[in-house]
């Protein structure tokens, strides 16, 4: 599968201090009515979870950063899954030390500051479906 699709709108913003990443990401969306297209977000958070999926056991194996970092990259993807707007969202973080850390982003993200950029894109967006070969909901792939 693959989708051609138009900038339709920009959308920026400042999420919620003290809110969860995940959850204000998706409240910007609705706020602004977006349903397809890219996210991209700076800023700090107070503590974080991150994870990666593991292939062989099917299941994201996740970690917790107890500490201040920096949002050094955090992007993602917005589409449908199970009927709902879903941003897939993978962040790079860096503690004081300079060194980095990324993966998916879980709730459990603490916002100290976060700056927002959206693209929607025109269009229907793709619906995220059970992949059986990798055991996660991906959008269909090319035939």
């Not at 917005?78 to 969202?89: N, R």
């Not at 993966?103 to 993200?109: A, D, Q």
């Amino acid at each position: 599968m693959s989708i051609s699709a138009d900038v339709k709108r920009a959308h920026v913003g400042r999420l919620k201090a003290g809110g969860d990443l995940a959850e204000e990401v998706g409240r910007f969306l609705d706020r602004h009515g977006v349903r397809f297209g890219v996210v991209s977000i700076i800023g700090a958070l107070a503590k974080a979870k991150l994870g990666s999926y593991h292939f062989g056991e099917r299941v994201y194996k996740t970690f917790d950063i107890d500490h201040e970092s920096e949002i050094l990259h955090c992007t993602g993807n917005i589409s449908t899954l199970d009927g709902k707007t879903f941003a897939h969202l993978h962040a790079t973080l860096s503690g004081e030390d300079g060194r980095a850390f990324g993966g998916h982003v879980f709730p459990g993200c603490a916002i100290h500051v976060a700056e927002c950029v959206v693209l929607e894109f025109a269009g229907e967006p793709p619906v995220r479906q059970d992949d059986p070969q990798t055991g996660l909901k991906l959008w269909p792939a090319e035939s």
